[in-house]
Structure formats: structure tokens, C-alpha cells
């Protein structure tokens, strides 16, 4: 089944605790990216990569990395949570050549 | 700045009738706009989307209608059914530049029976 996975689905952590958040997906999609989630804020887009190795800030980097050292895989790393990064984080990859997106199932993270 | 933009947060619609969401965007570099409509406790799922070289795509009960002068585009979902009751996004996208993708807020719809 074509699909995007996150792990772990939910997770509750302290500030200032690396963490990593995985995203794999099986389609051969060359574009991936990572959004958050805030209530009247919308989906915002924290980093995307185009392909292997290739990264880019979206518009809420900061506080985040990224890899994408090879195709099916782009984690989302948090080196030093705050409590401001407590959101649902979706990671979604694209088709090349196509508009659409497939998104994840999401992350929900709390930050303490 | 905001560069797409619901202005709706919500919207009530009778069951069998049309649903119209709207969307501006303030960048004229973007060439795709897409709705996405998402349930609770799931990722969003693509809907419908229209090149900026279009005015109109139809997929079934979804239209999406693009103004590039006012910068405006629609989605209308007729007629409504109770499964279309989600928060709908929308969505653009610059694939001829950086591949950037902006979203909207969102609109959450109710279908009322």
C-alpha cells in the first residue's frame, strides 16, 4: 500500500531533549516535506526537500533540521525542544512533476 | 504576510446544497492551487487542484474556479453531503521557483442535516 509513515505518533517530552521524528514513504516521491500544525494557524511549512540530499527552509525553520540522505526518508530533528514547539507535525512527499501532496498521519508533540 | 489567505474560519451549509469556500492569495508566482481537506486525527488528503494557466477544474461534486486578477479562487462542492463536513485548506505552490508551499488557515465546514 502507497503510503507516508510517521514515528511516533504522539510523544511527550522535556525542553531541551534531543528527538528525532521519523517520515519514510514507499511511492519513490523525489519531493518531501515537514508542516506544523497550530490552531488558527494553519499548516506551516518547516523544511522541504527536493530530492537526496538536496534541503530547504520553509517558512518556520527555525528551531528544526532536516537530512534527506536518501529518497524514502526525510526525519524532522528537534536538537533542543521548547516548549513553542508543541504541535502536530505532518510530513507529506510529492509525486515529480505533480502539484498534489500525500500527507502523513501526523505527529502530535508536547513539549514540557 | 500572509500570502494565501481564508478568510472564513467556518462555514454552515444545508445538506444537498452548494458549499462555496473561498481563497485569496497576494504572489502572482504561484502555478498551482490545491485544496486539501482534512478530518480530525488524520493527515489532509488532496481534493482538487487548478494550474494558474486554467480558470476552471471540475473533479465531480468539487469545482475549483481561479480569478488571477483578483487573485482569487473557489471551491464549490455540490451538493453538499454530510461526509464533506471537514476543515478544508487551501494551497499554493511554486513549482517554476524555489517549490515552496503556503497554506491557508483553513475552513471548517459543517453540513447541517
Known amino acids: 500500500e502507497a503510503q507516508v509513515t510517521q514515528n511516533p505518533r504522539y510523544l511527550i517530552t522535556v525542553t531541551g531533549k534531543k528527538l528525532t521524528v521519523t517520515c519514510s514513504q514507499n511511492?519513490?516521491?523525489?519531493?518531501m516535506s515537514w508542516y506544523r500544525q497550530d490552531p488558527g494557524l494553519g499548516l506551516r511549512q518547516i523544511y522541504y526537500?527536493?530530492?537526496?540530499?538536496?534541503?530547504d527552509k520553509g517558512d518556520v525553520p527555525e528551531g528544526y533540521k532536516v537530512s534527506r540522505k536518501e529518497k524514502r526518508n526525510f526525519p524532522l530533528i528537534l536538537e533542543s525542544p521548547s516548549p513553542n514547539q508543541t504541535s502536530l507535525y505532518f510530513c507529506?512527499?510529492?509525486?515529480?512533476?505533480?502539484?498534489?501532496?500525500?500527507f502523513g498521519p501526523g505527529t502530535r508533540l508536547l513539549v514540557l | 504576510d500572509q500570502q494565501v489567505k481564508q478568510n472564513s474560519p467556518s462555514l454552515s451549509v444545508q445538506e444537498g446544497r452548494i458549499s462555496i469556500l473561498n481563497c485569496d492569495y497576494t504572489?502572482?508566482?504561484?502555478?498551482?492551487f490545491l485544496w486539501y481537506k482534512k478530518y480530525p486525527a488524520e493527515g489532509p488528503t488532496f481534493l482538487i487542484s487548478?494550474?494558474?494557466?486554467?480558470d476552471k477544474n471540475e473533479d465531480g461534486r468539487f469545482t475549483v474556479f481561479l480569478n488571477k486578477s483578483a487573485k482569487h479562487l473557489s471551491l464549490h462542492i455540490v451538493p453538499s453531503q454530510p461526509g464533506d463536513s471537514a476543515v478544508y485548506f487551501c494551497a499554493a505552490r511554486r513549482m517554476n521557483r524555489d517549490d515552496k508551499i503556503i497554506f491557508g488557515k483553513g475552513t471548517r465546514l459543517h453540513i447541517l442535516p
Open positions: 504572489n502572482s508566482m504561484f502555478d498551482y
Open positions: 526537500s527536493m530530492n537526496v540530499e538536496v534541503t
Open positions: 511511492m519513490n516521491h523525489e519531493y
Open positions: 487548478i494550474s494558474s494557466i486554467k
Open positions: 507529506a512527499s510529492s509525486p515529480p512533476f505533480q502539484e498534489t501532496q500525500y
